[in-house]
């Protein structure tokens, strides 16, 4: 949407701006219960437009971390530009929370071949943007950790939905919440106990409805009740592969 | 304790989505048939299920079917019903231009009031989305509320036009879940038509939720999706669940929208807010950087 066409569209604006507004406080709510810490990641512009909030996020004990000045695609971005939008956003982080980020996770799909380097000469310790492996690893050549996530745990791919314009494309329906949360809970099990790390890709504005919100509390209770997994933010699992590993 | 809000909202759409796509659908008989099925048998099976359980529900009706088929509109009103306006043809409005969109409004609450002798405090925009003027315009055209955006789980100030929006979401529609038509497409991938418990299942977890976080639970229905034996059937266990838990405050729209308005309605905050003073200042949306 940043092509402008946005602001002919209140309905979809607002679709996305019910997560900041009504979403990101039902979840603090439902983390600080559970006693979790999340990483969010927050494009700078989305920081800038609602400070009080994301300092909010900071001093409630999670991490902030960087998804781009205003969500750009980042793939096949020319060099300057790209690192000229990383250390915009860097100085926004800064200035509006206290300290750069140390994270970062790729909007849109692909990043460029170039932002791993890019990254790492902006002060970013990780990314969560690629799929390919079930543990954290380091890019090569680069002093960058990975810390993968899966698409099959973001919620878009279950829940999200919106006509004009129309996602999914196809319009398929949202799905069943109980099987989705099932099947998340079942690859969150199993990975634990191969020492797989999971790495969630979830939008408050998704996530964040009623009874998806609802739905995510009582999984959280679940997950905890089970004894068998441990909580940590990206930046907290990147330090510690980078300590143990990397060093 | 407060009761949560329900609002069942009906659309009665007939073939006026096809027919407004593209006036050569108008040979499509098939395809219309999808739509005028809600006529035959979805709006008489609704208003048994509703008489039968003394609920009130808000019908939005377009102009253009109260023209061929005038009882309908005063049919629904006669049992107590709230009746309001989609417009006239069932038009995108995003194809539409300001003063189109607003003759579409008015049109279709003529006819509505010529039907049924009552003028309708709202509207909803049955496709698209509105002109930046259209809410301060429907407001003098004589509307107290509209419930139009997808996009919020209780009602909000539309900034400073002085009408309520009482928004709707997806999660909480039919045709997300059930509508399906093989040409003209829909949905345009074809998808697989949701099962029964998908649909019902996740409407009791937001039936538990609304409850829980204090939103509004508003059903948007359409006669000719949910107005099938089985899935009335389904929807009338799904309302006896609701009445039956006493939590429930069954209203229609305009006594939600007084109930909000004597209550004081929030403004600022909203996101509304945002978007026109952002729509406004393109330097302000480009944000900070250079």
Request: with cysteine; charged share 25%.
């Amino acid at each position: 949407m940043l092509n402008g066409s946005l602001w002919d569209k209140p309905g979809y604006f607002g679709l996305g701006a019910y997560g900041p507004h009504r979403a990101v406080p039902r979840l603090l709510a439902i983390l600080r219960n559970h006693g979790l810490h999340a990483t969010f990641f927050t494009p700078a512009w989305v920081v800038e437009q609602w400070p009080e909030l994301c300092q909010q996020i900071v001093e409630s004990g999670h991490e902030i971390a960087g998804h781009g000045y205003r969500h750009e695609v980042f793939h096949r971005m020319p060099e300057p530009e790209h690192r000229a939008l990383l250390q915009h956003a860097q100085g926004i982080y800064r200035r509006l929370l206290g300290s750069p980020v140390t994270g970062f996770r790729a909007p849109s799909g692909d990043w460029d071949t170039a932002t791993p380097r890019l990254l790492a000469e902006t002060g970013h310790l990780y990314s969560s943007s690629l799929r390919g492996q079930d543990r954290p690893f380091a890019h090569q050549g680069v002093d960058l950790v990975e810390v993968p996530a899966k698409s099959l745990f973001d919620d878009y791919t279950a829940f999200a939905y919106h006509r004009g314009p129309n996602f999914p494309e196809g319009l398929d329906r949202i799905a069943h919440y109980g099987d989705v949360f099932e099947d998340w809970g079942a690859e969150f099990l199993s990975g634990a106990r191969e020492g797989a790390v999971s790495v969630t890709i979830w939008h408050p504005k998704v996530i964040g409805t009623p009874g998806r919100a609802l739905a995510l509390d009582e999984f959280l209770g679940g997950l905890l009740d089970s004894g068998q997994l441990k909580f940590a933010t990206c930046h907290n699992i990147a330090a510690f592969w980078k300590e143990r590993f990397a060093s | 304790m407060t009761r949560t809000p329900v609002l069942i909202t009906i659309d009665v759409d007939g073939d006026l989505p096809l027919l407004s796509a593209d006036p050569e659908n108008a040979d499509r008989q098939k395809a219309r048939s999808v739509g005028t099925y809600g006529l035959a048998a979805g709006v008489p099976r609704l208003l048994r299920l509703l008489r039968e359980r003394e609920l009130a529900a808000t019908w939005f009706i377009p102009g253009a079917l109260i023209e061929r088929h005038m009882p309908m509109a005063s049919q629904i009103c006669g049992q107590g019903h709230e009746v309001a306006t989609l417009g006239y043809g069932h038009e995108d409005f995003s194809g539409l231009g300001i003063a189109e969109q607003l003759e579409s409004l008015r049109r279709g609450a003529d006819l509505l009031e010529a039907a049924t002798g009552r003028r309708a405090a709202g509207f909803r925009i049955p496709d698209g989305e509105w002109k930046p003027e259209l809410p301060a315009e429907a407001r003098k055209l004589g509307f107290a509320w509209s419930s139009s955006l997808p996009c919020d789980d209780r009602a909000f100030a539309l900034g400073g036009s002085g009408l309520l929006e009482i928004p709707w979401r997806y999660e909480l529609e039919d045709l997300q879940y059930f509508a399906f038509n093989l040409e003209p497409r829909f949905p345009p991938g074809q998808s697989r038509i949701a099962t029964h418990r998908t649909v019902f299942e996740n409407w009791s977890c937001e039936w538990r939720a609304a409850q829980h976080f204090g939103t509004h639970f508003l059903l948007r229905l359409n006669a000719e999706v949910i107005g099938t034996p089985a899935r009335c059937e389904r929807l009338g266990r799904f309302l006896d669940e609701l009445a039956g838990s006493g939590h429930a405050e069954f209203l229609t729209c305009s006594e939600l929208a007084e109930r909000v308005r004597a209550q004081g309605v929030e403004r600022e905050e909203h996101p509304y807010a945002l978007f026109e003073r952002l729509r406004k200042d393109p330097e302000a949306r480009h944000g900070t950087m250079p």
